[in-house]
């Protein structure tokens, strides 16, 4: 069993930074790859960022490629999300979630555990 615990979400201006937290429990961690995935009100939920589970190959959406950046640590069991330069078009709950495998897709259907979400909220 695998618990995903996020945080780190808040209110924020536009331009401004947050970086989120992920949690994860469980000894097998760092044999598989993470994700973060976002889901604003009425709108489906969709990829983020995802990262190798050597930390060394990561994969993001255009929308956040040159703002966002995903990274872990595998000794602390976590994987961060630092946000740069937000817009509200970034506004939604954010989701942390391990991979099946060591890959890390823009799949939801590749992923099988999931946090409870952290809103982030960007104003204008």
């Known amino acids: 069993q695998v618990q995903l615990v996020e945080s780190g979400g808040g209110l924020v201006q536009a331009g401004g930074s947050l970086r989120l937290s992920c949690a994860a429990s469980?000894?097998?961690?760092?044999?598989?790859?993470m994700g973060w995935f976002r889901q604003a009100p009425g709108k489906e939920r969709e990829f983020v960022a995802a990262i190798r589970w050597s930390g060394g190959i990561t994969s993001y959406a255009d929308s956040v490629k040159g703002r966002f950046t995903i990274s872990r640590d595998n000794a602390k069991n976590m994987v961060d999300l630092q946000m740069n330069s937000l817009k509200p078009e970034d506004t939604a709950v954010y989701y942390c979630a391990k991979s099946r495998d060591g890959v890390g897709r823009a799949i939801r259907q590749t992923y099988d555990y999931w946090g409870q979400g952290t809103q982030v909220t960007v104003s204008s």
């Open positions: 469980g000894r097998t961690f760092s044999s598989y790859a």
